[in-house]
T-cell receptor
Framework: NAGVTQTPKFQVLKTGQSMTLQCAQD?????MSWYRQDPGMGLRLIHY???????DQGEVPNGYNVSRSTTEDFPLRLLSAAPSQTSVYFC?????????????FGQGTRLTVV | DAKTTQPPSMDCAEGRAANLPCNHS???????VYWYRQIHSQGPQYIIHGLKNNETNEMASLIITEDRKSSTLILPHATLRDTAVYYC????????????FGTGTRLTVIP
Protein backbone atom coordinates (compact mmCIF):
# COMPACT_ATOMS: atom_id res chain seq x y z
CA ASN A 1 0.00 0.00 0.00
CA ALA A 2 1.94 3.02 -1.29
CA GLY A 3 -0.73 5.67 -0.57
CA VAL A 4 -0.48 8.71 -2.84
CA THR A 5 2.50 8.73 -5.18
CA GLN A 6 3.62 11.81 -7.09
CA THR A 7 6.20 11.91 -9.86
CA PRO A 8 8.55 13.54 -10.51
CA LYS A 9 9.76 14.92 -7.17
CA PHE A 10 11.68 17.77 -8.80
CA GLN A 11 11.38 19.39 -12.23
CA VAL A 12 12.86 22.41 -13.99
CA LEU A 13 11.04 23.70 -17.05
CA LYS A 14 11.70 26.49 -19.50
CA THR A 15 8.99 29.04 -20.10
CA GLY A 16 6.56 27.75 -22.69
CA GLN A 17 7.33 24.07 -22.21
CA SER A 18 4.60 21.63 -21.32
CA MET A 19 4.64 18.77 -18.87
CA THR A 20 2.43 16.42 -16.89
CA LEU A 21 2.67 15.90 -13.16
CA GLN A 22 1.63 12.40 -12.26
CA CYS A 23 -0.46 11.38 -9.25
CA ALA A 24 -1.53 7.85 -8.41
CA GLN A 25 -3.29 6.36 -5.40
CA ASP A 26 -3.80 2.70 -4.56
CA UNK A 27 -6.52 3.10 -1.92
CA UNK A 28 -9.54 3.06 -4.29
CA UNK A 29 -10.40 6.60 -3.26
CA UNK A 30 -13.25 8.42 -4.99
CA UNK A 31 -11.92 11.92 -4.47
CA MET A 32 -8.63 13.33 -5.78
CA SER A 33 -7.32 16.87 -5.96
CA TRP A 34 -4.34 19.03 -6.84
CA TYR A 35 -2.99 21.90 -4.75
CA ARG A 36 -0.15 24.32 -5.20
CA GLN A 37 1.84 25.91 -2.40
CA ASP A 38 3.87 29.06 -2.91
CA PRO A 39 6.59 30.06 -0.41
CA GLY A 40 5.18 31.09 2.97
CA MET A 41 1.61 30.40 1.87
CA GLY A 42 -1.00 27.79 2.54
CA LEU A 43 -2.12 25.32 -0.11
CA ARG A 44 -4.52 26.47 -2.82
CA LEU A 45 -6.84 24.14 -4.70
CA ILE A 46 -6.24 23.90 -8.46
CA HIS A 47 -8.59 21.14 -9.69
CA TYR A 48 -10.42 18.24 -8.15
CA UNK A 49 -12.28 15.10 -9.16
CA UNK A 50 -15.12 13.29 -7.40
CA UNK A 51 -14.76 10.15 -9.52
CA UNK A 52 -13.53 8.76 -12.82
CA UNK A 53 -14.65 10.97 -15.70
CA UNK A 54 -15.63 13.89 -13.43
CA UNK A 55 -13.42 16.91 -12.81
CA ASP A 56 -14.00 20.47 -11.68
CA GLN A 57 -12.09 23.69 -11.11
CA GLY A 58 -10.81 24.84 -7.77
CA GLU A 59 -9.53 28.22 -6.61
CA VAL A 60 -6.63 28.70 -9.07
CA PRO A 61 -7.30 26.59 -12.22
CA ASN A 62 -5.87 28.87 -14.92
CA GLY A 63 -2.96 27.37 -16.85
CA TYR A 64 -3.71 23.80 -15.74
CA ASN A 65 -5.71 20.92 -17.20
CA VAL A 66 -6.73 17.64 -15.58
CA SER A 67 -8.47 14.43 -16.54
CA ARG A 68 -9.56 11.36 -14.58
CA SER A 69 -9.82 8.32 -16.82
CA THR A 70 -9.28 5.83 -13.99
CA THR A 71 -9.96 5.81 -10.25
CA GLU A 72 -6.24 5.49 -9.52
CA ASP A 73 -4.71 8.29 -11.60
CA PHE A 74 -5.19 12.05 -11.69
CA PRO A 75 -2.55 13.78 -13.84
CA LEU A 76 -2.07 17.55 -13.88
CA ARG A 77 -0.99 19.12 -17.17
CA LEU A 78 0.77 22.41 -17.67
CA LEU A 79 0.24 23.34 -21.31
CA SER A 80 2.63 26.30 -21.51
CA ALA A 81 4.66 26.79 -18.35
CA ALA A 82 5.13 30.29 -16.94
CA PRO A 83 7.44 31.50 -14.15
CA SER A 84 4.32 32.21 -12.05
CA GLN A 85 3.74 28.46 -11.95
CA THR A 86 6.93 27.90 -9.98
CA SER A 87 5.60 26.23 -6.86
CA VAL A 88 5.30 22.99 -4.94
CA TYR A 89 2.42 20.85 -6.14
CA PHE A 90 0.58 18.39 -3.90
CA CYS A 91 -1.89 15.73 -4.88
CA UNK A 92 -4.43 14.45 -2.37
CA UNK A 93 -7.06 11.74 -2.22
CA UNK A 94 -9.80 10.66 0.16
CA UNK A 95 -12.16 7.71 0.35
CA UNK A 96 -15.45 9.52 0.15
CA UNK A 97 -16.35 12.80 -1.41
CA UNK A 98 -17.67 14.28 1.80
CA UNK A 99 -18.67 13.76 5.40
CA UNK A 100 -15.70 13.57 7.58
CA UNK A 101 -13.15 11.66 5.58
CA UNK A 102 -9.48 12.38 5.97
CA UNK A 103 -7.35 13.36 2.99
CA UNK A 104 -4.03 11.70 2.20
CA PHE A 105 -1.36 13.82 0.53
CA GLY A 106 1.57 12.94 -1.65
CA GLN A 107 5.07 14.20 -0.92
CA GLY A 108 4.91 16.92 -3.54
CA THR A 109 6.50 17.91 -6.84
CA ARG A 110 8.82 20.89 -6.69
CA LEU A 111 8.54 22.73 -10.01
CA THR A 112 10.74 25.60 -11.14
CA VAL A 113 9.95 27.46 -14.37
CA VAL A 114 12.82 29.57 -15.71
CA ASP B 1 -17.06 26.97 4.12
CA ALA B 2 -16.40 29.14 7.18
CA LYS B 3 -13.23 31.21 7.48
CA THR B 4 -10.86 30.22 10.29
CA THR B 5 -8.40 32.40 12.19
CA GLN B 6 -5.23 31.11 13.87
CA PRO B 7 -2.27 32.80 15.52
CA PRO B 8 0.70 32.88 13.14
CA SER B 9 3.16 31.27 15.54
CA MET B 10 3.51 29.61 18.94
CA ASP B 11 6.26 28.04 21.01
CA CYS B 12 5.97 25.09 23.34
CA ALA B 13 8.48 23.43 25.65
CA GLU B 14 9.27 19.81 24.86
CA GLY B 15 7.20 17.45 27.00
CA ARG B 16 4.54 20.05 27.74
CA ALA B 17 1.07 20.22 26.24
CA ALA B 18 0.72 22.34 23.13
CA ASN B 19 -2.64 24.10 22.87
CA LEU B 20 -3.35 25.53 19.44
CA PRO B 21 -6.43 27.77 19.17
CA CYS B 22 -8.66 28.30 16.17
CA ASN B 23 -11.51 30.76 15.73
CA HIS B 24 -14.35 29.85 13.37
CA SER B 25 -17.13 32.18 14.47
CA UNK B 26 -19.13 31.86 11.22
CA UNK B 27 -19.17 28.06 11.16
CA UNK B 28 -22.48 26.50 10.15
CA UNK B 29 -24.20 23.51 11.65
CA UNK B 30 -22.98 20.94 9.13
CA UNK B 31 -19.35 22.07 8.97
CA UNK B 32 -16.67 19.91 10.50
CA VAL B 33 -13.49 21.29 12.06
CA TYR B 34 -10.40 19.58 10.66
CA TRP B 35 -6.77 19.84 11.70
CA TYR B 36 -3.83 19.04 9.48
CA ARG B 37 -0.14 19.69 9.93
CA GLN B 38 2.75 20.14 7.55
CA ILE B 39 6.25 19.24 8.66
CA HIS B 40 8.95 21.10 6.74
CA SER B 41 7.75 21.03 3.13
CA GLN B 42 6.22 17.58 3.22
CA GLY B 43 2.64 16.88 2.23
CA PRO B 44 0.07 17.82 4.89
CA GLN B 45 -0.83 15.12 7.40
CA TYR B 46 -4.31 14.62 8.82
CA ILE B 47 -4.52 14.91 12.61
CA ILE B 48 -8.13 14.92 13.76
CA HIS B 49 -11.58 16.27 13.01
CA GLY B 50 -14.86 16.85 14.85
CA LEU B 51 -18.35 18.25 14.48
CA LYS B 52 -19.78 19.00 17.93
CA ASN B 53 -18.23 16.69 20.47
CA ASN B 54 -14.69 16.66 21.71
CA GLU B 55 -12.54 14.09 19.97
CA THR B 56 -9.36 12.24 20.88
CA ASN B 57 -7.09 9.95 18.92
CA GLU B 58 -3.54 8.69 19.23
CA MET B 59 -2.12 11.98 17.98
CA ALA B 60 -4.16 14.70 19.65
CA SER B 61 -7.35 15.93 21.27
CA LEU B 62 -9.81 18.38 19.78
CA ILE B 63 -11.89 20.56 22.07
CA ILE B 64 -14.81 22.37 20.42
CA THR B 65 -16.68 25.04 22.38
CA GLU B 66 -20.38 24.54 22.95
CA ASP B 67 -21.30 27.35 20.54
CA ARG B 68 -18.83 25.85 18.01
CA LYS B 69 -17.26 29.23 17.34
CA SER B 70 -13.81 28.15 18.37
CA SER B 71 -11.75 25.06 19.01
CA THR B 72 -8.40 24.00 20.45
CA LEU B 73 -6.07 21.31 19.25
CA ILE B 74 -4.11 19.74 22.09
CA LEU B 75 -0.89 17.81 21.64
CA PRO B 76 -0.57 16.33 25.14
CA HIS B 77 3.20 15.85 25.27
CA ALA B 78 4.89 17.82 22.52
CA THR B 79 8.10 16.48 21.03
CA LEU B 80 10.61 18.08 18.69
CA ARG B 81 9.01 16.10 15.85
CA ASP B 82 5.78 18.04 16.41
CA THR B 83 7.42 21.22 15.12
CA ALA B 84 5.28 22.04 12.07
CA VAL B 85 2.66 24.35 10.61
CA TYR B 86 -0.80 23.43 11.89
CA TYR B 87 -3.87 24.20 9.82
CA CYS B 88 -7.42 24.48 11.15
CA UNK B 89 -10.05 24.05 8.41
CA UNK B 90 -13.82 24.21 8.47
CA UNK B 91 -15.30 21.82 5.93
CA UNK B 92 -18.89 21.28 4.94
CA UNK B 93 -20.32 17.83 5.58
CA UNK B 94 -21.86 17.84 2.13
CA UNK B 95 -20.38 18.50 -1.25
CA UNK B 96 -16.82 17.95 -2.36
CA UNK B 97 -14.04 17.35 0.15
CA UNK B 98 -12.19 20.52 -0.86
CA UNK B 99 -9.86 21.75 1.84
CA UNK B 100 -9.16 25.47 1.98
CA PHE B 101 -5.90 26.13 3.77
CA GLY B 102 -5.03 29.45 5.40
CA THR B 103 -1.54 30.25 6.61
CA GLY B 104 -1.87 28.18 9.79
CA THR B 105 0.06 28.33 13.06
CA ARG B 106 3.77 27.60 13.04
CA LEU B 107 4.42 25.59 16.21
CA THR B 108 8.00 25.41 17.40
CA VAL B 109 8.77 22.87 20.11
CA ILE B 110 11.74 24.01 22.14
CA PRO B 111 14.12 21.53 23.80
Amino acid sequence: NAGVTQTPKFQVLKTGQSMTLQCAQDMNHEYMSWYRQDPGMGLRLIHYSVGAGITDQGEVPNGYNVSRSTTEDFPLRLLSAAPSQTSVYFCASSYRVSRGTEAFFGQGTRLTVV
Amino acid sequence: DAKTTQPPSMDCAEGRAANLPCNHSTISGNEYVYWYRQIHSQGPQYIIHGLKNNETNEMASLIITEDRKSSTLILPHATLRDTAVYYCIALSGSGANNLFFGTGTRLTVIP
